[in-house]
Protein backbone atom coordinates (compact mmCIF):
# COMPACT_ATOMS: atom_id res chain seq x y z
CA UNK A 1 0.00 0.00 0.00
CA UNK A 2 1.32 3.46 -1.04
CA UNK A 3 0.72 6.62 0.52
CA UNK A 4 1.31 10.16 -0.87
CA UNK A 5 2.17 13.52 1.14
CA UNK A 6 1.73 16.92 0.66
CA UNK A 7 3.16 20.19 2.10
CA UNK A 8 1.46 23.51 2.29
CA UNK A 9 -1.57 22.71 -0.29
CA UNK A 10 -5.31 23.20 0.29
CA UNK A 11 -8.91 24.28 -0.86
CA UNK A 12 -9.68 28.36 -0.70
CA UNK A 13 -12.91 28.30 -1.86
CA UNK A 14 -15.47 25.71 -3.08
CA UNK A 15 -18.66 26.30 -5.12
CA UNK A 16 -21.55 23.62 -6.69
CA UNK A 17 -24.17 24.20 -8.77
CA UNK A 18 -27.11 21.65 -9.02
CA UNK A 19 -29.72 21.55 -11.97
CA UNK A 20 -33.15 23.22 -11.10
CA UNK A 21 -35.35 20.43 -11.89
CA UNK A 22 -35.91 18.41 -8.73
CA UNK A 23 -36.90 14.27 -9.40
CA UNK A 24 -39.27 13.20 -5.92
CA UNK A 25 -38.13 9.77 -6.05
CA UNK A 26 -41.79 8.81 -4.25
CA UNK A 27 -43.09 10.33 -7.21
CA UNK A 28 -41.45 8.07 -9.55
CA UNK A 29 -44.16 6.29 -10.30
CA UNK A 30 -44.51 6.33 -14.30
CA UNK A 31 -42.85 3.03 -14.51
CA UNK A 32 -42.76 1.32 -10.89
CA UNK A 33 -45.54 0.91 -8.53
CA UNK A 34 -45.87 3.78 -5.32
CA UNK A 35 -45.38 0.72 -3.08
CA UNK A 36 -41.92 0.18 -5.32
CA UNK A 37 -40.97 3.47 -4.85
CA UNK A 38 -41.36 4.12 -1.37
CA UNK A 39 -39.84 0.55 -0.58
CA UNK A 40 -36.49 1.28 -2.18
CA UNK A 41 -36.27 5.16 -0.51
CA UNK A 42 -37.07 3.58 2.27
CA UNK A 43 -33.91 1.36 2.03
CA UNK A 44 -31.57 4.02 0.38
CA UNK A 45 -32.75 7.17 2.07
CA UNK A 46 -33.08 9.27 -1.28
CA UNK A 47 -35.67 11.25 -1.26
CA UNK A 48 -34.62 13.46 -3.95
CA UNK A 49 -32.18 14.06 -6.62
CA UNK A 50 -31.73 16.77 -9.47
CA UNK A 51 -31.83 16.13 -12.90
CA UNK A 52 -30.16 17.80 -15.88
CA UNK A 53 -32.35 19.31 -18.75
CA UNK A 54 -31.62 18.27 -22.29
CA UNK A 55 -29.27 21.52 -22.36
CA UNK A 56 -27.34 21.12 -19.58
CA UNK A 57 -23.93 19.00 -19.56
CA UNK A 58 -21.86 18.32 -17.10
CA UNK A 59 -19.50 21.47 -18.08
CA UNK A 60 -22.44 23.61 -17.59
CA UNK A 61 -22.50 22.80 -13.87
CA UNK A 62 -19.24 23.52 -13.38
CA UNK A 63 -19.27 26.73 -15.30
CA UNK A 64 -21.71 28.07 -12.92
CA UNK A 65 -20.15 26.99 -9.97
CA UNK A 66 -16.88 28.15 -11.06
CA UNK A 67 -18.20 31.96 -11.74
CA UNK A 68 -19.77 31.99 -8.96
CA UNK A 69 -17.17 30.77 -6.86
CA UNK A 70 -14.66 33.39 -8.38
CA UNK A 71 -16.89 36.22 -8.02
CA UNK A 72 -17.67 35.65 -4.74
CA UNK A 73 -13.99 35.27 -3.67
CA UNK A 74 -12.64 38.36 -6.77
CA UNK A 75 -10.23 36.03 -8.33
CA UNK A 76 -8.08 37.63 -10.67
CA UNK A 77 -8.04 35.09 -13.84
CA UNK A 78 -4.78 35.64 -14.66
CA UNK A 79 -3.51 33.78 -11.69
CA UNK A 80 -5.24 30.44 -12.74
CA UNK A 81 -2.47 28.27 -13.72
CA UNK A 82 -4.21 24.90 -13.65
CA UNK A 83 -7.83 23.28 -14.43
CA UNK A 84 -8.38 20.37 -14.26
CA UNK A 85 -11.80 18.95 -15.12
CA UNK A 86 -13.61 15.37 -13.41
CA UNK A 87 -16.07 13.71 -15.20
CA UNK A 88 -17.19 10.33 -17.08
CA UNK A 89 -20.03 12.26 -18.89
CA UNK A 90 -18.07 14.77 -20.50
CA UNK A 91 -19.75 17.38 -23.71
CA UNK A 92 -17.66 15.40 -26.10
CA UNK A 93 -15.45 12.26 -27.17
CA UNK A 94 -12.79 14.39 -27.79
CA UNK A 95 -11.86 17.83 -27.89
CA UNK A 96 -11.22 17.38 -23.86
CA UNK A 97 -13.83 19.35 -21.58
CA UNK A 98 -11.49 21.01 -19.65
CA UNK A 99 -10.06 22.97 -22.62
CA UNK A 100 -13.32 23.97 -23.56
CA UNK A 101 -13.96 25.22 -19.62
CA UNK A 102 -10.58 27.56 -20.13
CA UNK A 103 -12.13 29.28 -22.87
CA UNK A 104 -15.67 29.62 -21.26
CA UNK A 105 -14.38 30.95 -18.08
CA UNK A 106 -12.24 33.20 -19.83
CA UNK A 107 -8.88 32.13 -18.47
CA UNK A 108 -5.56 32.37 -20.35
CA UNK A 109 -3.91 30.31 -22.97
CA UNK A 110 -1.09 29.61 -20.74
CA UNK A 111 -3.26 27.36 -18.33
CA UNK A 112 -2.91 23.91 -18.00
CA UNK A 113 -5.86 22.18 -18.78
CA UNK A 114 -6.73 18.62 -18.94
CA UNK A 115 -9.23 15.84 -17.96
CA UNK A 116 -9.69 13.11 -15.56
CA UNK A 117 -11.89 10.26 -16.49
CA UNK A 118 -12.94 8.15 -13.09
CA UNK A 119 -15.60 7.19 -11.00
CA UNK A 120 -16.87 7.74 -7.88
CA UNK A 121 -13.50 8.17 -6.51
CA UNK A 122 -12.33 10.41 -8.42
CA UNK A 123 -12.33 13.92 -6.67
CA UNK A 124 -10.12 12.66 -3.62
CA UNK A 125 -8.04 11.40 -6.88
CA UNK A 126 -7.98 15.04 -8.67
CA UNK A 127 -6.90 16.56 -5.27
CA UNK A 128 -4.04 14.45 -5.19
CA UNK A 129 -3.06 15.10 -8.76
CA UNK A 130 -3.62 18.84 -8.51
CA UNK A 131 -1.77 19.22 -5.21
CA UNK A 132 0.89 17.06 -6.67
CA UNK A 133 1.42 19.86 -9.55
CA UNK A 134 1.45 22.34 -7.11
CA UNK A 135 3.64 20.94 -4.96
CA UNK A 136 6.35 20.49 -7.43
CA UNK A 137 5.90 23.74 -9.83
CA UNK A 138 5.55 27.46 -9.54
CA UNK A 139 1.61 27.07 -9.86
CA UNK A 140 -0.28 29.57 -8.04
CA UNK A 141 -3.63 28.80 -8.34
CA UNK A 142 -5.68 25.97 -9.70
CA UNK A 143 -9.26 24.71 -10.30
CA UNK A 144 -10.52 21.63 -9.70
CA UNK A 145 -13.74 21.04 -11.39
CA UNK A 146 -15.82 18.02 -10.91
CA UNK A 147 -19.30 17.55 -12.99
CA UNK A 148 -21.77 14.15 -13.33
CA UNK A 149 -25.07 13.91 -15.16
CA UNK A 150 -25.45 10.57 -14.18
CA UNK A 151 -29.44 10.85 -15.02
CA UNK A 152 -28.51 10.48 -18.82
CA UNK A 153 -26.49 6.96 -19.00
CA UNK A 154 -28.82 5.54 -16.41
CA UNK A 155 -32.14 3.61 -17.71
CA UNK A 156 -35.62 4.48 -15.79
CA UNK A 157 -36.69 1.08 -16.30
CA UNK A 158 -33.95 -0.38 -14.60
CA UNK A 159 -35.21 -0.91 -10.81
CA UNK A 160 -31.71 -1.58 -9.51
CA UNK A 161 -30.31 2.00 -10.70
CA UNK A 162 -33.58 4.09 -11.29
CA UNK A 163 -33.45 5.61 -8.16
CA UNK A 164 -30.34 6.28 -7.40
CA UNK A 165 -28.13 8.85 -9.11
CA UNK A 166 -28.41 12.28 -10.03
CA UNK A 167 -26.56 15.41 -11.00
CA UNK A 168 -24.25 18.02 -10.22
CA UNK A 169 -21.09 20.07 -10.40
CA UNK A 170 -18.46 21.20 -8.17
CA UNK A 171 -15.34 23.82 -8.39
CA UNK A 172 -12.55 23.80 -5.93
CA UNK A 173 -9.95 26.87 -5.39
CA UNK A 174 -6.65 25.59 -4.72
CA UNK A 175 -3.37 27.23 -3.42
CA UNK A 176 -0.36 26.82 -1.59
CA UNK A 177 -0.07 28.21 1.90
CA UNK A 178 2.12 26.79 4.89
CA UNK A 179 -1.12 26.95 6.78
CA UNK A 180 -2.17 23.82 5.55
CA UNK A 181 0.24 21.52 7.04
CA UNK A 182 0.37 17.81 5.49
CA UNK A 183 -2.23 16.34 3.21
CA UNK A 184 -2.38 12.37 3.12
CA UNK A 185 -3.87 10.40 0.12
CA UNK A 186 -4.12 6.57 0.10
CA UNK A 187 -5.16 5.60 -4.11
CA UNK A 188 -6.45 2.44 -4.93
CA UNK A 189 -8.02 0.62 -7.52
CA UNK A 190 -8.90 -2.83 -8.49
CA UNK A 191 -10.19 -3.84 -12.13
CA UNK A 192 -10.67 -7.40 -11.91
CA UNK A 193 -14.01 -5.95 -10.45
CA UNK A 194 -14.39 -3.59 -13.59
CA UNK A 195 -17.68 -5.60 -14.12
CA UNK A 196 -19.48 -4.45 -11.38
CA UNK A 197 -20.27 -0.97 -12.76
CA UNK A 198 -20.24 -0.40 -16.52
CA UNK A 199 -21.71 0.94 -19.79
CA UNK A 200 -20.59 -2.20 -22.02
CA UNK A 201 -21.66 -0.56 -25.40
CA UNK A 202 -20.55 3.14 -26.80
CA UNK A 203 -17.11 3.35 -26.57
CA UNK A 204 -14.56 2.16 -28.82
CA UNK A 205 -14.37 -1.90 -27.42
CA UNK A 206 -17.66 -1.97 -28.56
CA UNK A 207 -19.13 1.00 -30.86
CA UNK A 208 -22.39 2.23 -30.66
CA UNK A 209 -25.10 0.54 -33.19
CA UNK A 210 -28.69 0.15 -33.85
CA UNK A 211 -28.87 -2.70 -31.83
CA UNK A 212 -26.55 -1.09 -28.33
CA UNK A 213 -29.33 1.35 -28.41
CA UNK A 214 -31.88 -0.84 -28.29
CA UNK A 215 -33.65 -1.28 -24.91
CA UNK A 216 -34.38 -4.92 -23.69
CA UNK A 217 -35.49 -6.61 -20.75
CA UNK A 218 -32.03 -8.05 -19.14
CA UNK A 219 -33.41 -10.54 -16.04
CA UNK A 220 -36.43 -12.12 -15.06
CA UNK A 221 -37.56 -9.09 -12.80
CA UNK A 222 -38.28 -7.43 -16.07
CA UNK A 223 -35.96 -4.50 -16.03
CA UNK A 224 -35.11 -2.81 -19.10
CA UNK A 225 -31.85 -1.21 -20.34
CA UNK A 226 -29.74 -0.50 -23.63
CA UNK A 227 -25.87 -1.72 -23.57
CA UNK A 228 -25.54 2.36 -24.01
CA UNK A 229 -26.81 2.71 -20.10
CA UNK A 230 -25.30 1.47 -17.48
CA UNK A 231 -25.37 -1.52 -14.73
CA UNK A 232 -24.49 -2.23 -11.34
CA UNK A 233 -24.23 -5.37 -9.97
CA UNK A 234 -25.74 -3.61 -5.66
CA UNK A 235 -24.41 -6.69 -3.90
CA UNK A 236 -21.23 -7.33 -4.94
CA UNK A 237 -20.28 -3.64 -4.60
CA UNK A 238 -21.78 -3.83 -1.40
CA UNK A 239 -19.70 -7.09 -0.39
CA UNK A 240 -16.96 -5.28 -1.43
CA UNK A 241 -17.39 -1.66 -0.04
CA UNK A 242 -17.53 -3.15 3.52
CA UNK A 243 -14.49 -4.73 3.44
CA UNK A 244 -11.76 -2.36 1.15
CA UNK A 245 -13.38 0.84 2.72
CA UNK A 246 -12.93 0.49 6.54
CA UNK A 247 -9.76 -1.53 6.12
CA UNK A 248 -8.04 1.29 4.13
CA UNK A 249 -9.04 4.12 6.75
CA UNK A 250 -8.03 2.20 9.58
CA UNK A 251 -4.47 1.66 7.69
CA UNK A 252 -4.79 5.48 6.60
CA UNK A 253 -5.19 6.54 10.06
CA UNK A 254 -2.37 3.94 11.22
CA UNK A 255 0.07 5.89 8.72
CA UNK A 256 -1.00 9.31 9.56
CA UNK A 257 -1.00 8.40 13.63
CA UNK A 258 -4.43 9.36 14.37
CA UNK A 259 -7.73 8.04 15.24
CA UNK A 260 -10.91 9.42 14.37
CA UNK A 261 -11.56 11.47 17.00
CA UNK A 262 -9.27 13.81 15.65
CA UNK A 263 -11.13 15.29 12.87
CA UNK A 264 -13.91 17.51 12.79
CA UNK A 265 -15.75 16.04 10.12
CA UNK A 266 -16.04 12.76 8.02
CA UNK A 267 -16.96 12.78 4.11
CA UNK A 268 -18.15 9.83 3.01
CA UNK A 269 -19.38 8.81 -0.85
CA UNK A 270 -23.03 9.09 -0.82
CA UNK A 271 -23.81 6.31 -2.45
CA UNK A 272 -26.88 4.75 -0.06
CA UNK A 273 -27.71 5.74 3.62
CA UNK A 274 -27.49 1.88 4.22
CA UNK A 275 -23.38 1.52 3.40
CA UNK A 276 -22.85 4.79 5.03
CA UNK A 277 -24.12 3.58 8.36
CA UNK A 278 -22.52 0.88 8.23
CA UNK A 279 -19.18 1.76 7.84
CA UNK A 280 -20.39 4.67 10.45
CA UNK A 281 -20.92 1.85 13.34
CA UNK A 282 -17.46 -0.54 12.16
CA UNK A 283 -15.56 2.44 11.92
CA UNK A 284 -17.52 3.95 15.35
CA UNK A 285 -17.34 7.36 14.29
CA UNK A 286 -19.74 9.90 15.69
CA UNK A 287 -22.81 10.73 13.64
CA UNK A 288 -22.91 14.23 14.45
CA UNK A 289 -19.52 14.46 12.17
CA UNK A 290 -20.44 13.02 8.88
CA UNK A 291 -22.53 15.20 6.99
CA UNK A 292 -25.04 13.69 4.46
CA UNK A 293 -26.83 14.45 1.34
CA UNK A 294 -28.01 11.66 0.14
CA UNK A 295 -31.52 12.48 0.64
CA UNK A 296 -31.96 15.49 -1.46
CA UNK A 297 -29.33 14.98 -4.09
CA UNK A 298 -28.41 10.76 -4.04
CA UNK A 299 -25.56 9.39 -5.59
CA UNK A 300 -23.72 12.27 -7.67
CA UNK A 301 -20.80 9.68 -8.34
CA UNK A 302 -17.71 12.02 -8.13
CA UNK A 303 -19.10 15.03 -6.90
CA UNK A 304 -21.31 13.28 -4.21
CA UNK A 305 -18.00 14.30 -1.51
CA UNK A 306 -17.10 17.60 -2.93
CA UNK A 307 -21.45 18.81 -3.21
CA UNK A 308 -21.60 16.90 0.78
CA UNK A 309 -18.64 19.94 1.77
CA UNK A 310 -20.57 23.05 0.07
CA UNK A 311 -24.09 21.65 1.15
CA UNK A 312 -23.61 20.77 4.44
CA UNK A 313 -20.59 22.41 5.54
CA UNK A 314 -20.86 26.21 4.57
CA UNK A 315 -19.66 28.22 7.32
CA UNK A 316 -18.79 25.36 9.31
CA UNK A 317 -14.53 25.48 8.30
CA UNK A 318 -13.60 29.07 9.90
CA UNK A 319 -10.51 28.67 11.33
CA UNK A 320 -8.83 25.06 10.98
CA UNK A 321 -10.42 21.78 10.72
CA UNK A 322 -9.47 18.36 10.40
CA UNK A 323 -11.63 16.61 7.37
CA UNK A 324 -10.80 12.69 6.28
CA UNK A 325 -12.59 11.94 2.92
CA UNK A 326 -13.60 8.72 1.66
CA UNK A 327 -14.72 7.51 -1.70
CA UNK A 328 -15.32 4.57 -3.91
CA UNK A 329 -16.50 3.25 -7.40
CA UNK A 330 -16.48 2.56 -10.61
CA UNK A 331 -13.60 0.79 -11.39
CA UNK A 332 -13.62 -0.46 -9.26
CA UNK A 333 -11.11 2.42 -7.50
CA UNK A 334 -11.10 3.25 -3.82
CA UNK A 335 -9.28 6.58 -1.61
CA UNK A 336 -8.82 8.09 1.54
CA UNK A 337 -7.73 11.94 1.91
CA UNK A 338 -6.80 13.30 5.30
CA UNK A 339 -6.44 17.04 4.75
CA UNK A 340 -7.23 19.95 6.57
CA UNK A 341 -9.62 23.01 6.06
CA UNK A 342 -7.85 26.58 7.50
CA UNK A 343 -11.15 28.87 6.48
CA UNK A 344 -12.52 28.09 3.76
CA UNK A 345 -15.14 30.07 2.53
CA UNK A 346 -18.06 28.41 0.78
CA UNK A 347 -20.66 29.94 -1.98
CA UNK A 348 -24.27 29.51 -1.85
CA UNK A 349 -25.47 26.46 -4.64
CA UNK A 350 -26.63 27.65 -7.79
CA UNK A 351 -29.37 26.46 -9.47
CA UNK A 352 -28.76 25.81 -13.39
CA UNK A 353 -31.46 25.33 -16.46
CA UNK A 354 -31.02 24.78 -20.04
CA UNK A 355 -27.14 25.21 -19.28
CA UNK A 356 -27.42 28.92 -17.52
CA UNK A 357 -27.18 29.61 -14.18
CA UNK A 358 -30.84 31.19 -13.37
Known sequence: MAFIQYEGIGITAMGAAVPKHVVRNREYTEVFSQAEADEIVDKTGIEERRFADENTCSSDLCLAAAEKLMADNEINKDDIDLLVFISQTPDYRMPATSVTLQHRLGLGNKVIAFDINLGCSA????????????????????????????????????????????????????????????????????????????????????????????????????????????????????????????????????????????FDYVVFHQANNFINSYIAKKMKLDSNKIPSTIAKFGNTSSVSVPLTIVSELQGKLDGKKEVLLSAFGVGMTWATGVLSFVDCKISDIVEVENGQAV
Request: charged content about 30%; aromatic content about 10%.
Open 123 to 262: FIYGLSVVYGMMQSGNLKKALLLDGETRSKVYSPRDRRSAFLFGDGGVAALIEKDPKFGKSIFSLNSDGSRADLIMIPAGGYRHMSSEETVKEKVVDEFGNMRSDEQGYMRGGDVFNFVIREIPRDIKNTLAYTEKTVDD
